[in-house]
């Protein structure tokens, strides 16, 4: 994994965001939208989209890991069927 690759995963991974905006990661990480784009594409094994938008209308991500760690096995049952 590379070092862009591993600044997005931990932009995702930050505890005080559960999901995050392309944009709020590019502030963070300084990387354009684009590449972050690219990054979120190339590891969906890694980094998942939710089904909700942002108030802003922006698509929103977060890590795979932090995803299975906060959400109830009950959920993530309901978001499959969905």
Known sequence: ???ETKAVISALSETKYKWRTVSGIS???GLPADKIMDI???NTDL????SALSP???A???SREKHQKETS????IGLAIR
Do not use: H, P, V
Not at 47 to 50: C, N, R, V
Not at 73 to 76: K, N, V
């Open 73 to 76: 096995a009950w959920s993530r």
């Open 47 to 50: 980094i998942i989209q939710s």
């Open 1 to 3: 994994m590379n070092d």
């Open 27 to 29: 502030k963070e990480t």
């Open 40 to 42: 979120i594409i190339s």
């Open 56 to 58: 802003e209308g922006e």
């Open 60 to 62: 929103l991500f977060t």
